[in-house]
Structures are given as C-alpha cells and as structure tokens.
Nanobody, 121 residues
C-alpha cells in the first residue's frame, strides 16, 4: 500500500487549498479516510473523516464550514479542500486510511507522508 499526498503550500489568510491523497495497493472506496493535522509542538488532531459505510463525513469544530472532504473513486484519490484559511490552520496535514474512522492518527493502518500547509497572516 502506498499513499502519496500533495497540495500543501504557502497561502495567505483567507485563501484556499486542496490537499490530495492518492492511494495504490488498496481501493479507497472500501475504507474510511481520515484527515489529521499536526501543528509545530502539538499532538496530531483530527480534522475530518469520511466513513466507508455511507460516505458520511465528520469535521472538527475548528474547520467545520470551511473544509470539504471527498473521494473520487475513478482515480482512487481523496481530497480535503480548505477555504477561508487562518494562521492557526498552519500544520502538516496527513491523510490516513483504515476500516473505520478513528479518533487518533495512530489507530490508522496506512498514512500518507504528510503535506505542509503554512498560512501567513
């Protein structure tokens, strides 16, 4: 299994980014897809999770209304779009794949390499 992330970068406050999570060796449609972020000096926190049962999606309060998680089965890729970015969104973002949504990144069997998002004020 190989998960490759892309889409991070430097963006101004109020800007948008779309993070990608491309998988090989498994079919994302069969799994829950979690998104986490880790800010410098902090523990990873959950941002979103798409259930593999019915594609229902959970969002953390900190991003609710500004984030949209999705998956595109045709290219076996998941996405996290973030709008109205704030400096406090600055972190390394990880996508993770497992049978069910978990509360902790460590619960997931497969992770991407992470992609850094820096939001300048």
């Amino acid at each position: 299994v190989h998960i490759v992330q892309s889409g991070g970068g430097l963006v101004h406050t109020g800007g948008s980014l779309r993070l990608s999570c491309a998988a090989s060796g498994l079919t994302l449609a069969d799994y829950a897809i979690g998104w986490f972020r880790q800010a410098p000096g902090k523990e990873p926190e959950g941002v979103s999770c798409i259930s593999n049962q019915d594609d229902s999606t959970w969002y953390a309060d900190s991003v609710n209304g500004r984030a949209t998680a999705s998956r595109y089965n045709a290219n076996n890729t998941a996405y996290l779009r973030m709008n109205s970015l704030k400096p406090e969104d600055t972190a390394v973002y990880y996508c993770a794949v497992d049978a069910v949504c978990g509360r902790e990144l460590s619960e997931y069997d497969h992770w991407g390499q992470g992609t850094e998002v820096i939001v300048s004020s």
